[in-house]
């Protein structure tokens, strides 16, 4: 008898099974969905999840994150990922204790291109992950930013801090689907009692970062270890503070299990120039590169630095890692990512330009 091959089961058939088959092996565990868990942050807390004894979901649609970030944990029978838009309908079968809403472009080049689709996420992707929060009484928390505070007139910013937003300049798409973001959020604690957090997450950085995603960091390491002209945007005196990943997830991590439901700034304090942030990298790298300046793009905040009273206080939270360990950690990831554009030239995007 001849047999005629099946089609292939269409993706959302498959993620059904997958998802049922998930839940099956992992019944006795907390499980935690992560949006966006396949993008520089995501990823991250998904390993920590994993480590916390958490079944973890990883939900993208890839548009911005990459599944380099989380090959190596696909296998793991804790440990599911599903190719899905978080803005389209989210079905999830079974138990679910936390949802982390991480899904956005997040970096200036990244929401620039991608305006509608950021400003979608962040209001319809929000409503949906809060309604599956709700549906499943599981406890949810914002990845809400810094940006919120737009260029601000308060100096360090503390939660309280209301912003200086321009909602219709070119930043304004992400800085406003994030206030929205924040406002739906504290409509679904007030209005239907879902045990919602915020964090504002001030610049932070490390490995799985994407070498040409427009963002100071990524673009002064790549620009000194290829020997390029690294920079700096305006004359350099524009502030910004950097915090290592590791302790952003630990905050994350610490806010989650808290009892606040108001918005919380986890960053590092640690201010300094973007001048002196690109000699810096000059000296860590030993690169021969020189500093050229370039016009200051529209609304770039002028200074940034996170009051973290209230994340001390409540959370018990500080950085740990200081800037010159984190940016060692980070060089070494990013090694091996210039060393790859040298073997495949093609693969090497146009040379980065930081933004913000
Ligand atoms: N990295 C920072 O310094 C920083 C600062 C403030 C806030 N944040 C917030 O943290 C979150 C993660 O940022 P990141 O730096 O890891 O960025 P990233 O671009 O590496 O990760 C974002 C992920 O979201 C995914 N995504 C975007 N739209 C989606 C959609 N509609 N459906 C499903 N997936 C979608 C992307 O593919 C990507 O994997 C974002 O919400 C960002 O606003 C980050």
Sequence with gaps: MEITP????????????ALRDHLIRNQSMKRVLITGGAGFLGSHLCERFLSEGYAVICMDNLITGSLDNIEHLFGREDFLFMNQDVTEFIHVPGRLDAILHFASPASPIDYLELPIQTLKVGSLGTHKALGLAKAKNARFLLASTSECYGDPLVHPQPESYWGNVNPVGPRGVYDEAKRFAEAMTMAYHRFHDVQTRIIRIFNTYGPRMRLNDGR???????????????TVFGDGSQTRSFCYVDDLVEGIWRLLNSDEPEPT?????????ILDFAKKVVELTGSASEIIFKDLPMDDPKVRQPDITKAKSI???GP??????????TLD???GKVADERDQ????????????
């Design 320 to 329: 740990t890692v200081d800037l010159d360990t984190g940016l060692r950690r």
């Design 315 to 317: 959370l018990g939270w």
């Design 216 to 230: 100071a960091l990524p673009a002064f390491m790549g620009q000194a270890m290829r020997g390029e002209p690294i």
């Design 345 to 356: 030239p093609a693969a090497k995007a146009a040379s980065a330009v930081p933004k913000g």
């Design 265 to 273: 700034n986890i960053g590092n304090p640690a201010e300094m120039t």
């Design 6 to 17: 099946q089609p292939a089961a269409p993706a959302s058939l498959r993620q059904r099974s």
């Design 333 to 335: 990831y990013f090694r």
